[in-house]
């Protein structure tokens, strides 16, 4: 990634509108093509669906509007539990466990979404206030996830994904 | 529930930047015509640096000329979707023959001299114009991605992002330098990778991509940018 290429130009660019100020304009060709392959799909994990909604949404009204449907209409004020370590253990597995059968056979992308939403959230609130893993996926695979979420749920919801991630 | 291979469930509803933005009316071709000039006037004037025109103006006027006499024209979106073309296939293509009706004009006027272009064939249009379209494209991510970042309160998780992709920095270095150990650095430049591959296809679709078509999209132009010769000239 040493050489640069000649453009002729100094400025410009997409969406830049000056001429001197791009901190990107000496890029080459090599750096070019490392970010066009980020750019492609590549294997997708379940939480990238849950995290590509909730960077294209209000996520506090999303995380509202899902608590009163499945797989946490069966759980009332399953937002405010969820987030106090108010529910027991067992409570929180069955709304893993429902959860996980909406995102296996959703009818709706809605589902399916509150489906992930209710799975991640559960394993989180267990972490985080019993200090117990639910789920069988490995803390390897788990913690970066969870992070991940993290970086793009809304508050309160980021701090408790990023509770569980510290303590996974 | 560890790895989905399929793309998504549900593909979200292709939405067509310039058809929406066009269906609004006055301020929505305002916004149109304000996306093409920042989209397009680098890779227009990288491409006019390199004929033989460029002794009829300043690449800036020529190119901003060339805006306000083609965008202008009511049909001009139109014809567009008529052609088939990708939106810089068919910007190049009307920039060529704009450039040749400068060209007579001087020559009506005989205040000067030279020799006029022959005209351009598709290879060369693709060649020149696409890989100035590509650079632009990709730093026009970069600065977008950035903002975003920014605006969302993950400016660290960007600077590694902006560390080990754009400089090519390991996770290693990047510990050395910021502390942040390499497995927590990783996730955090996913994160920030995430809203630089939203924001490419975003400007991908801008082109007149389909959804459907994103993916191959982004493979030809993987193949536009190439690798640079003079590193393969020093790996010899």
């Not at chain 1, 990634?1 to 001429?19: H, P």
């Not at chain 1, 539990?81 to 597995?93: K, P, Q, R, V």
């Not at chain 1, 508050?155 to 510290?166: C, E, G, M, R, T």
């Not at chain 2, 991509?209 to 590193?231: C, H, K």
Request: glycine share 8%; aromatic share 8%; proline share 4%.
């Amino acid at each position: 990634m040493s050489s640069t290429i000649n453009n002729g130009a100094n400025g410009g660019g997409t969406t830049s509108t000056g001429t001197g100020d791009d901190p990107y304009r000496e890029i080459t060709r090599d750096q070019a093509s490392t970010l066009l392959r980020i750019g492609l799909e590549g294997p997708r994990r379940a939480a990238d669906d849950l995290a590509d909604e909730l960077e294209k949404c209000d996520g506090l009204r999303w995380f509202e509007a899902q608590f009163r449907r499945p797989p946490f209409a069966e759980l009332p004020h399953a937002g405010r539990l969820l987030l106090s370590g108010g529910t027991s253990l067992d409570a929180l597995t069955a709304l893993k466990e429902r959860a996980k059968s909406l995102v296996k056979n959703p009818t709706t992308r809605e589902e399916y979404l509150a489906g992930l939403a209710g799975y991640y959230l559960a394993i989180a609130s267990a972490i985080a206030h019993h200090g117990a893993r639910i789920s069988r996926q490995p803390a390897e695979e788990l913690e970066p996830v969870l992070q991940e979420l993290a970086a793009v749920a809304p508050q309160p919801w980021s701090d408790l994904l990023l509770a569980a991630a510290k303590k996974v | 529930m560890t790895q989905n291979t399929k793309q998504d469930h549900f593909p979200p509803t292709r939405t067509d930047y310039i058809d929406r933005e066009l269906g609004g009316g006055c301020q929505g071709r305002l916004n149109v015509n304000r996306h093409i000039m920042e989209a397009y006037a680098f890779p227009l004037t990288v491409y006019f640096r390199g004929t033989k025109d460029h002794w009829i103006g300043e690449p800036d006027e020529i190119v901003q000329g060339f805006f306000a006499d083609r965008l202008a024209r009511a049909d001009y979106f139109d014809n567009w979707k008529s052609s088939g073309k990708r939106l810089r296939h068919w910007l190049i293509n009307g920039f060529c023959f704009y450039l040749k009706e400068r060209h007579r004009a001087n020559r009506r006027d005989s205040k000067a001299t030279g020799e006029m272009d022959d005209p351009v064939t598709e290879s060369r249009i693709a060649e020149d114009m696409d890989r100035a379209w590509v650079m632009g494209l990709v730093r026009g991510a970069l600065t977008e991605a950035r903002a975003l970042c920014d605006a969302q309160g993950l400016t660290e998780h960007w600077r590694i992002f902006e560390d080990h992709f754009y400089r090519g920095r390991s996770y290693e270095r990047i510990e050395i330098e910021s502390g942040i150990e390499p497995k927590r650095a990783a996730v955090m430049a996913r994160t920030a990778a995430r809203k630089f591959k939203q924001k490419l296809r975003e400007l991908v679709r801008q082109d007149g991509v389909g959804e459907e078509s994103i993916e191959s999209e982004i493979r030809g132009l993987l193949e536009i940018a190439g690798v640079d010769d003079r590193r393969k000239l020093n790996e010899e």
